[in-house]
């Protein structure tokens, strides 16, 4: 019983690849290029997931290439471009700044600009009103005569 309970929380506390020991390369260095290069895509059916932890099938398509252009002699930006060239930007977690992503990478600090800008314009008009809430009767009776002409 007691056995039981502590392989089932070490089976949770350890991180869950999907990735089957007949898709590792046997090279210990291209080995942690594949996985570094596989967190950083995205499996096109999980959605939320990177393609070592899913375990669709597509996603182990995904790590076969991805190993299979590594032997190859690719570098690593040449298998994100081979990926990114078969199944689309959409399976990279960090989408590339450049074409239409740039307008999505440009819109957050955009917002947050005009969202500054607003906000010292509200404060700025409410001083104002203030300051003319604070005119003696002999400066409003000045200023509407200066406003009038």
Do not use: H
């Not at 790590?63 to 040449?78: F, K, N, P």
């Amino acid at each position: 019983m007691m056995r039981g309970l502590v392989l089932a929380l070490a089976l949770l506390a350890s991180p869950a690849f999907a990735v089957q020991p007949g898709e590792m390369l046997t090279d210990p260095g291209l080995e942690a290029r594949a996985r570094e290069i596989s967190r950083n895509l995205r499996c096109p059916v999980c959605q939320g997931e990177d393609i070592d932890d899913s375990n669709a099938p597509i996603s182990r398509d995904l790590r076969l290439a991805v190993r299979e252009r590594l032997v190859a002699g690719d570098t690593d930006a040449q298998v994100v471009d081979y990926i990114v060239a078969r199944y689309g930007e959409f399976v990279l977690f960090q989408p590339r700044a450049e074409g239409a992503n740039l307008i999505l990478w440009l819109a957050g600090p955009a917002m947050l600009l005009a969202g500054a800008a607003i906000a010292f314009a509200m404060t700025r008009r409410r001083a104002v009103a203030a300051e003319a809430e604070a005119l003696s009767e002999a400066d409003k009776a000045r200023l509407a005569e200066l406003t009038q002409k």
